[in-house]
Nanobody
């Protein structure tokens, strides 16, 4: 049974930092692109960052570039998102997603991902 379990969310003031984790189980983690998405109230879900299977290639949305860092530990089957210099626009539910397997690159659209976690809330106050 595939499971993705996010943790590390919380409430911080603007300028603060959080580190999100996503523990994966039930599938071969190293074979899948991994991604972080987020959804703010009243807005569509958007991609935040992706990381290729081996971790060598990453992509960031312009809104988080230079502030967020995505990483993965294939041995621990865990995905991370280090978030620095947070601002209120970063508020939302953050989801990790896996897929597709053995792809030549990581897709950018949420419907292209196979598995999803339940999300962890991030709230940034000004």
């Amino acid at each position: 049974q595939v499971q993705l379990v996010e943790s590390g969310g919380g409430s911080v003031q603007a300028g603060g930092s959080l580190r999100l984790s996503c523990a994966a189980s039930g599938y071969r983690f190293s074979s899948y692109c991994m991604a972080w998405f987020r959804q703010a109230p009243g807005k569509e879900r958007e991609g935040v960052a992706t990381i290729y299977r081996g971790g060598g290639f990453t992509y960031y949305a312009d809104s988080v570039k230079g502030r967020f860092t995505i990483s993965r530990d294939n041995a621990k089957q865990t995905l991370y998102l280090q978030m620095n210099s947070l601002n209120p626009e970063d508020t939302g539910m953050y989801y990790c997603a896996a897929g597709p397997p053995f792809s030549t690159g990581c897709p950018g659209r949420d419907y292209q991902y196979n598995y999803w976690g339940q999300g962890t809330q991030v709230t940034v106050s000004s």
